[in-house]
């Protein structure tokens, strides 16, 4: 594999833990469906394909983050799906440790921080 090729496949692993995230709280404002979601991440510049986005909402469901109602929509059988409580409190979950690690990649630790830092031994109050 080139490096190009291994530098491709660790960004789509990178962006659908954040496809995820956005599917999830999506789903819990309102029902949302395949087509649905890909029109909303290409709004933001990403586009998903079925192939992709199909397994990844069966997957959420698996694990008892969605659930699905299939409703008639212009004679077609659209799968709607919903967060459940499990994933309204892993999203919750996520959301509490996002900030720190974003925060931290883009230039700076969370205001107010405090201690060593594990990776580099670093340490000191940010205000």
């Known amino acids: 594999m080139a490096a190009t090729d291994e530098r491709d496949v660790v960004l789509r692993e990178f962006f659908l833990g954040f496809v995820r995230l956005h599917v999830l709280y999506h789903a819990g404002h309102a029902p949302v469906c395949g087509v649905g979601l890909m029109a909303e ?15 990844l909402l069966h997957r959420l469901e698996r694990a008892g983050f969605l659930t699905h109602q299939d409703r008639n929509v212009g004679g077609r059988r659209r799968r709607y799906y919903s967060r459940t409580e499990r994933g309204a409190a892993v999203l919750a979950e996520a959301a509490r440790r996002l900030p720190e690690l974003v925060g931290e990649v883009l230039g700076g630790a969370r205001a107010g921080s405090v201690g060593e830092h594990p990776a580099t031994g670093a340490g000191a109050r940010i205000p």
């Not at 510049?45 to 992709?52: A, E, F, K, M």
């Open 41 to 55: 991440m290409a709004h933001h510049g990403y586009r998903l394909t079925p192939g992709t986005l199909y397994p």
